[in-house]
């Protein structure tokens, strides 16, 4: 096909919006936006030139508007091919995993391009067709809870190219304040570069900062240089204009004090933090248009009595760097309890064992042997006719003799998880039939690397089990920790149990991150909360909430009949103060920002949640999630978005962000250093007279390539060698290899063909993690590491 009419053709694209969405996690808001020059084929693989760069981003404009804590942020990205060239520009951004995208546009030659949004199935359809006529998804990753959007195209020789992206989010309130998190990876220095943030609240604003730009990946300290500069206008008591617009040698100082490599500019994020005023008392509530939307933290509370049972895996996967993060983190954790909280200490691997902190060798384990390692799952029952240590008050004796205790700890055998919860159910339970400990609200931290792996196994038996034991109505908060934890099953119990999980990334700050997370929910306030308003307010969003925190902050939003008169009357909210059942009125004020648009956000993200847990109904509920979707164009995890790209050269998807990768890690070091986030496809150098190579042709290093962009998690485990090992043995990935073998496989309980994991087209869709692959994991000829491909 001559490249004339190559140049016609325009294809859909779809892109899958996977989202990692974790409740209560830190969001982070990242932008990358790269560019790539064409490899030289003909060398080692070792190391690989690059070509001077030809296609160079000429301006970045992120403009970010809050107005009532809803966050609407647009990047806009202008590109230039001083090449005589056509060559390939790639746009990417990396989301918060709380953010629904929700326009994007392209101008190429003068010309827009604007995607839509469709029902994930149908856009699936679309994406299926343009994989078929040999386009593949680039896969890329880096910062933490967050997704990943890339789209590349062509771009004319001596022409421009813009790149428009909007995504929306409520800013959550952690700590006592609202984080914004713009991140910003350009892979260049950038003429112009700038960031402008507005905020416009109904109350004061309180303490608007901009703290030192950071990594994104891992909590920092001590380094100097990285204060953004930025200009901070204060425009009046309840608005401000935040601007950020470093020069190129100021970039170039960033990079540097990052640990970068000044040529490739800023990679880092930029953050706003702000509070506002607080109403002491019922909240506010902002009214506009028949919507409303109600803010709730009360300040001047003193906080409630609590006792805390931590459930902690010990088990042989926790061996090295992760046990002793994890001790180095509770240490400081049990400095932190506050004077006549109540506490248990419970470890868990094969056996459970519920610490007596007088006498070490006076605790009790649970079952007692490892004789019954392969024993059918114990009960409630079982649990109750023994005897444990009852729970602890906090003083400086029992927090010493409980950091000796965790000093203790070893990291052997399996994982019972099932066991270790119902162990701390009953934990709770008897204590709390204790008079003198009936005002202390009771919660569970429990943290696990692994899934479950001896008796019960099932995680959706355990999930029912556990929701019928509670019936306390204990918040638990899991925490998932490393590579190999189920996250998934972990926000599952803790969304089935008035709890919220979180994701400990392996890493240098793991321990920080842990001593974090309980910050967070240190300090309860209130418990039992419920907003009630006039029988005429509909399509509420959540509005029994079961503890809140010290620093947070919650939202109800809904619908109301605007021939009423929507006023302080209108409804209270009550809760339980450690004393007390008291009812607290709110204010009502109206405003002109789009609180509809916030109900719609709030209203999928709950939809979302819920469709995870009520299996009767979950039908239903992702089809009411859809329509909400479809109807406010957000992208989601049931929704998809559809991008019309002019002279393809590769396809379009969002991936979940690679744990703990640091923006090091962006360029594959096996391959020459070439910047992943860019898009690993080759671009043509077309010429008039002859005919363009199929798209599908590739080399075998850009079949290399193109594994390590599908599947990022890679990286972690494969060696310059091509091997990699994990927990079944050590295999060949096979990059350059052709097997011919019919192996059959099973995987899901459906039958496959056990094939290399770059020869199976649909793998890049269902394994989005190791833990993933290890599901689909089967051999071929006893050393080369397979996938089962499944029959359609």
């Not at 200009?231 to 960033?254: C, G, H, M």
């Not at 994890?326 to 459970?352: C, G, I, R, S």
Request: glycine share 4%; with cysteine; proline share 4%.
């Amino acid at each position: 096909m001559k490249i004339k009419h190559f140049k016609l053709i325009s294809i859909l694209f779809f892109l899958a919006f996977v989202c990692a969405y974790s409740i209560g996690s830190p969001t982070e808001s990242n932008l990358v936006v790269t560019t790539l020059e064409e490899k030289n084929q003909n060398h080692n693989k070792e190391s690989f030139p690059i070509k001077p760069l030809s296609v160079k981003i000429n301006e970045i404009h992120v403009t970010s508007r809050v107005r009532n804590r809803y966050a609407v942020t647009t990047i806009q990205s202008k590109v230039k091919n001083y090449n005589h060239k056509a060559k390939q520009a790639s746009f990417s951004v990396i989301l918060p995993d709380s953010a629904f995208i929700s326009n994007f546009t392209m101008e190429i030659n003068g010309q827009n391009y604007t995607a839509y949004v469709k029902e994930k199935e149908e856009a699936k359809k679309i994406y299926d067709e343009a994989v078929a006529q040999g386009s593949s998804a680039a896969h890329v990753a880096t910062a933490r809870d967050s997704n990943r959007f890339t789209v590349s195209v062509n771009v004319e020789p001596e022409t421009k190219a813009a790149f428009y992206l909007t995504y929306e989010e409520l800013l959550k309130r952690q700590n006592g304040f609202y984080q914004l998190v713009i991140n910003l990876h350009p892979g260049e220095l950038v003429r112009n570069l700038d960031v402008v943030v507005e905020i416009a609240e109904s109350r004061k604003l309180v303490n608007v900062k901009v703290p030192p730009i950071r990594t994104g990946n891992e909590v920092q300290s001590g380094i100097n240089d990285l204060d953004p500069r930025a200009v901070l206008d204060i425009v009046n008591d309840t608005s401000a204009v935040i601007k950020f617009t470093p020069s190129e040698e100021r970039q170039k100082a960033l990079a540097h004090s990052l640990g970068m490599k000044e040529e490739e500019g800023l990679a880092g994020q930029f953050v706003v933090e702000y509070d506002v005023e607080r109403d002491p008392i019922g909240g506010e509530v902002l009214v506009q248009d028949g919507y409303f939307v109600h803010f709730f933290a009360p300040k001047d509370l003193k906080p409630l009595l609590k006792y805390i049972v931590f459930i902690l895996d010990t088990s042989s996967s926790m061996w090295g760097q992760m046990i002793r993060q994890l001790k180095e983190a509770m240490y400081e954790v049990l400095d932190q309890l506050h004077p006549n909280d109540l506490f248990h200490l419970v470890e868990f691997n094969t056996n459970v064992r519920v610490w007596n902190l007088n006498n070490y060798l006076q605790s009790v384990w649970y079952p007692t042997s490892d004789d019954v390692y392969w024993s059918e799952s114990y009960g409630p029952e079982d649990i109750a006719n023994r005897t444990f240590p009852e729970a602890y008050m906090v003083n400086g004796d029992n927090i010493k003799k409980a950091k000796e205790s965790i000093s203790k700890f070893e990291a052997v055998s399996a994982t019972d998880i099932h066991t270790a919860l119902q162990v701390g159910m009953h934990l709770i339970k008897t204590t709390k039939q204790n008079i003198k400990y009936a005002n202390h609200q009771p919660m569970v931290m429990f943290l696990t690397d692994g899934e479950p792996t001896v008796r019960e196994t099932s995680t959706q038996k355990i999930l029912n089990d556990i929701s019928k034991l509670n019936d306390q109505k204990t918040p638990i908060f899991a925490l998932s920790f490393g590579e190999a934890a189920d996250k998934n099953f972990l926000q599952k119990l803790s969304l089935n149990n008035y709890g919220f999980s979180k994701h400990i990334y392996e890493g240098a700050d793991a321990a920080l991150q842990l001593q974090d997370f309980y910050r967070q929910i240190s300090s309860p306030l209130l418990s039992n909360v419920s907003f009630k308003y006039e029988p005429s307010v509909t399509s509420l969003t959540k509005n029994e909430f079961s503890i809140h925190f010290d620093g947070s902050e919650m939202v109800v939003a809904g619908c109301y009949d605007q021939t009423e008169n929507f006023d302080e009357s209108f409804g209270n909210v009550t809760a339980w103060n450690g004393h007390d059942t008291v009812s607290m009125n709110f204010t009502v004020q109206r405003t002109v920002s789009s609180i509809e648009r916030l109900w719609a956000y709030l209203s999928v993200k709950q939809l979302l949640d819920q469709k995870e847990v009520d299996e009767e109904n979950k039908a239903l509920i992702q089809k009411k999630a859809l329509e909400l979707a479809l109807n406010y164009s957000f992208v989601t995890p049931v929704s998809s978005l559809v991008v019309v790209k002019p002279n393809a050269t590769s396809s379009v998807d969002v991936e979940n962000a690679k744990i703990g990768e640091d923006y090091s890690a962006l360029t594959d070091n096996r391959f020459g250093g070439v910047p992943l986030s860019a898009g690993l496809y080759s671009d043509f150098d077309y010429d008039e007279s002859i005919d363009v190579p199929d798209y599908n042709y590739k080399t075998t290093e850009k079949a290399s390539n193109d594994l390590f962009m599908s599947y990022p998690w890679l990286n972690s485990i494969v060696d310059k060698e091509g091997f990699i090992t994990i927990s079944k043995g050590k295999y060949k990935l096979g990059l350059n290899e052709t097997i011919s073998d019919v192996v059959q496989c099973k995987a899901n309980n459906k039958p496959g063909y056990c094939v290399l994991l770059n020869s199976c087209s649909q793998a890049y869709s269902v394994i989005l993690s190791l833990n993933d692959y290890i599901n689909y994991f089967c051999e071929l000829q006893n050393e080369y590491a397979g996938v089962c491909c499944l029959i359609d």
